[in-house]
């Protein structure tokens, strides 16, 4: 048997050796931080200055003059989609930097789960269509209610449904759905595109990660879209998860919302509690 002296100092040694691992890693994650920072910080800048090279080669046509009007107005729509996307993506970093200092307050009020897929998929469908993907939409016929901020929970699906977009090659199956699930109502976005390999699915709501980066570099992106989803959505006092049977072979995020903002029995409040 061991003395008591013993047993506390092997206590001691087990207790510095947790304490040690411990250190190793938070220390560990504060490298790990620091690299998605900067690879961020690069991303960021590349994608900032990408749009302005075609920008800057379009004023310069448009300022000769010369260029037949036919010309002259593709150039500008392609000025007016660049600016577009510069603007998406400042939007994006506002976004996130709002929510993850708790500075955004939903709206909330009872929302049909149907219109908000619908003004999700108005919005997004240039996209969609852009990528020559068809969209299949498979919504309940009886009511599905949730109490939430319209625009951001359309802009999660928004979200969903320009991912599905841009990472499926041209001419993919994009599918959207909602159903009752117990308490809950479920969203679903699937599509056929590039999946995500297993040992990364846990890390796609990360900030700052993009989890296939030769892929994604090429197809443009900050890897803030699904972070900032994750964030809404559990403002909303819901939860996201994606899956996905590994590379190439699609995937599917769904959005779990809880059931509630019944419109004909609540009184409404005259005075909100604090
Ligand atoms: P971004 O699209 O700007 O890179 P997101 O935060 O929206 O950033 O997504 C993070 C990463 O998750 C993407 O870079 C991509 O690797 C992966 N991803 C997101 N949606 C999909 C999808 N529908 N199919 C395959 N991979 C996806």
Known sequence: AWSEDEVALVEAVVERCWAH??????????????RRKSEFLATLAHELRNPLAPIRNGLELLRMGSAKPELQANVRAMMERQVG????????????????????????EPLDVQAVVASAVETS?????????????DLPQEPLSVEGDAVRLSQVLGNLLANAAKYTPQGGRIAVSARREGMEAVIAVSDTGIGIAAESLPEVFEMFTQVSRSIDRARGGLGIGLALVRHLVQLHGGSVGAASAGINAGSTFTVRLPLGGDRTEKPPAAHAPA
């Open 85 to 108: 996307h510069m603007v998406h993506l400042i939007n994006d970093l506002l976004d996130i930097a709002r929510v993850s200092s708790g500075k955004v307050v939903l709206k909330r």
């Open 125 to 137: 469908m240039p996209l969609i269509e852009a990528g020559g993907h068809t969209l299949e939409v």
């Open 21 to 34: 691992i411990e250190r190793v890693r938070s220390t560990e994650a504060l490298v790990d931080a620091d």
